[in-house]
């Protein structure tokens, strides 16, 4: 199923970090027009990590503001780049401050509209495969969790695998936990934890 794409920005707080020029006021004229409300700072002022909570961070390329605060410290939203230069030294800041949108300079009353949309969907694309990835990763540490769970009740207890898997699902089931959970208990307590009974009918090691 397709997602919806959001093209509505109303009510949106943007941060704009950009000297007093031309482009700083058409750009706030715009953004204000779609309905956003604006913060400017200087880009020498106060770096973003310490400017007020946004939606959406506008930040002048062609400054280095990146010195007092890196990357990583940024708020984690949607960024665009204002670039007027295409030296790479200024084009790695874009790059490092992974940009989802840019707006060339001089800026028109075109474009802007789009820059938004693109950074919007691409930052929450962006978190949505983020989320996506540590599920996953969580799914799988829990799997090796399960898998070793099973090991040590075969060792202990003198069943097999499926029986020892029968085990830990049966007891997840009676206690409403994740089977990944029961693991983790039984992990936990290492030799010392009595492992679960096996139900009648399951086979045991020969």
Not at 6 to 25: Q, Y
Not at 150 to 174: F, K, P
């Amino acid at each position: 199923m397709k997602r919806a794409i959001t093209s509505n920005f109303r009510g949106l707080h943007a941060l704009v970090v950009h000297g007093d020029d031309m482009n700083r006021e058409t750009l706030v004229s715009v953004l204000g027009r779609l309905g956003l409300s604006v913060t400017v700072l200087l880009p020498d002022a106060v770096p973003p990590v310490g400017a007020p909570a946004c939606d959406l961070l506008l930040f002048d390329a062609d400054e280095d503001i990146a010195g007092p605060c890196p990357a990583q410290d940024w708020p984690d939203v949607p960024v665009i780049a204002l670039i007027g230069s295409e030296a790479p030294s200024r084009l790695a800041r874009v790059v490092g401050h992974r940009c989802d949108s840019h707006i060339l300079k001089p800026i028109r009353t075109t474009g802007v509209f789009t820059a938004i949309l693109l950074a919007v969907n691409g930052h929450q694309r962006r978190r949505r495969h983020e989320r996506e990835m540590e599920n996953l990763r969580q799914r799988l540490s829990g799997r090796r969790e399960v898998t070793r769970a099973v090991l040590h009740l075969m060792s202990t207890g003198g069943i097999d695998e499926e029986a020892a898997y029968e085990a830990l699902r049966q007891e997840a089931m009676n206690r409403r936990v994740a089977i990944e959970e029961v693991a983790r208990g039984i992990l936990g307590a290492g030799s010392a934890a009595a492992p679960p009974p096996p139900r009648p009918g399951l086979s045991r090691k020969a």
